[in-house]
């Protein structure tokens, strides 16, 4: 399977997983606005989410795939096997300890991300804390299912998985909520549930997929088992490698406790709206960043393995390619469009126009970071395909200082939104500097006609952009609120004109689209 059928296979069914996740911030939006409960709901669950971040996505992933890719290639998939094997013992017996201690500390978790909810709002963050906790261990189990997966070349299934949490929470926000409601219960702390139903359903499809492959990892029951497992020299390499990658995460999940915490300071609802701009912001981030890393990663790996220099380079200039033709119109969407994207995807039920117009600021900060959200997703896999992951770190250490200097000088004078610029503008200060260090190192070389290109698309963005202006201000997005279907259907017939005009732009400039599938 060529890397752009790939990279599509990952897109279709992360697009189906952002649409399903819309339509689940859609319905908690319009079911509790953003309140204070909302906020309670919104940390509860960052709690868990960012500690599968940091241990599943992050650090775990970063070491393990290209290991794993390394052992299958230079030691076969017997010897592989064996390592999946003596992995998942051990992430599994650490998983139960964390889960436990995460449930019984869920006041202290709570207090530490934000310190600043009324002490009703942090009772109930608590209590679906604790709920929700166990979802990192499912998670953490899916992690390892999908780096499995994905260097076998097997990618539909770790994509689609996310949309069992969606259908899940949409599930208990639907239905769950209600019954609550009339048990005595808070409706929104069904939202607990639907979050910890949607975790083990991730990972009971993990199953099917591995079990065809005869992947399946068998778990060691038994300290004997454990203590096997443990002295495994694939183990012990991967968590020599996940040290400095768990720093690097680390510091990343900082930076959003971080904020978790000032914004929770901030008037009632900051936490809601941060929360629901980074959704959308989640859409190109997802669909483009994150399937080029799940791509790029393996066959990365597999190419530093097998000593091909030129391959390796060219991997990286055919994913930062794409990533400018695709992220930077995303970028300036989100910054001339921004009011009608919120307007109508959440402007319904308990969602007032104040909370639409704090969503916008806050999804504008993150516009202006946006194409180095995105170009980060390339560029680290490009050291961690060589088993550097110190150097990201480094840069990553740094940034965070530098975005709590940001924090100081913006919070103050734009709130919430404050922190969401923050964070863009950390962004591409961290994605620039990798790319000069992959550049330094001579592991990137660009290939020929990167100014050319560069102005086509430029030339793209400029009309595409001209025309989100006008239509941003020919109408009044609020307003329209009395006819939502006409609404969607504003929206849907100017993002398609906008995606016409870019492309037949590009088109007529002399942009190829088929050598991207050329050169994958």
């Known amino acids: 399977m060529s890397l752009l059928r790939s990279a599509s296979v990952v897109s279709a069914f992360t697009l189906l997983s952002r649409i399903t996740g819309l339509v689940r911030e859609q319905l908690i939006a319009a079911s509790f606005g953003a309140s204070s409960s909302t906020d309670a709901y919104q940390v509860a669950f960052r709690i868990p989410n960012l500690l599968r971040r940091l241990f599943a996505e992050g650090a775990f992933s970063q070491a393990f795939v290209p290991i794993l890719a390394a052992s299958r290639a230079t030691h076969g998939d017997a010897a592989t096997h064996t390592l999946v094997d003596a992995v998942a013992t051990v992430l599994a017996w650490v998983l139960v300890g964390v889960c436990a201690l995460g449930v019984l500390g869920a006041p202290v978790l709570v207090w530490l991300m934000a310190a600043g909810l009324p002490d009703a709002a942090q009772a109930e963050a608590v209590v679906m804390t604790r709920w929700m906790f166990p979802y990192i261990g499912c998670m953490s189990l899916v992690a390892l299912s999908a780096g499995i997966l994905n260097t076998w070349k097997r990618f539909a299934v770790p994509a689609a998985t996310p949309v069992l949490l969606n259908l899940s929470v949409i599930g208990a926000a639907w239905w769950l909520a209600p019954v609550f409601g009339r048990a005595g219960w808070p409706p929104i702390q069904a939202l607990a549930v639907g979050v910890m139903v949607g975790g083990v359903l991730q990972l ?60 929770s300071h901030l008037q009632a609802g900051s936490v809601s709206w941060l929360t629901y701009a980074d959704r959308l912001m989640e859409f190109p981030t997802a669909l483009l960043g994150v399937a080029l890393g799940v791509v790029l990663l393996p066959q990365l790996s597999a190419a530093q393995a097998g000593g091909e220099t030129e391959r390796y380079s060219a991997l990286l200039d055919w994913g930062l390619r794409l990533v400018v033709m695709l992220a930077l119109p995303c970028a300036l969407a989100l910054l001339v469009f921004a009011e009608p994207l919120v307007t109508v995807l959440y402007h319904y039920g308990q969602f007032q126009p104040v909370d639409v117009r704090q969503t916008v600021i806050a999804l504008m900060g993150y516009g202006v970071g946006l194409l180095g959200l995105i170009a980060i997703k390339v560029l680290a896999p490009g050291f961690y395909a060589r088993q550097d992951i110190r150097t990201p770190v480094r840069i990553a250490i740094t940034v965070l200082a530098l975005t709590q200097l940001f924090n100081l000088a913006l919070v103050p004078l734009l709130g919430h939104a404050g922190l969401a610029l923050s964070i863009g503008l950390a962004a591409m200060v961290n994605a620039t500097w990798l790319l000069i260090g992959l550049r330094r190192r001579g592991s990137y070389v660009p290939s020929a006609g990167w100014r050319g290109f560069s102005l086509q698309v430029l030339a793209g963005c400029m009309a ?18 009395a006819t939502p279907g006409l609404r969607v259907a504003l929206l849907a017939g100017v993002l398609g004109s906008a995606a016409l005009v870019y492309f037949g732009v590009l088109r007529l400039a002399g942009v190829d689209l088929k050598q991207f599938a050329r050169r994958a």
């Open 204 to 263: 009971l499809i993990q199953v099917p997929a591995l079990h065809r492959l005869g992947l399946l990892p068998r778990i060691g029951v038994g300290l004997a088992a454990l203590r096997a497992a443990w002295h495994h020299d694939g183990v012990r390499r991967i968590l020599r490698q996940m040290a400095p990658a768990l720093l690097g995460v680390s510091v990343a999940q900082l930076s959003l406790l971080v904020n978790t915490q000032i914004a």
């Open 464 to 481: 595409m952009t001209a025309l989100l202006l006008a239509a941003a201000r020919r109408w009044d997005w609020v307003g329209l609120g």
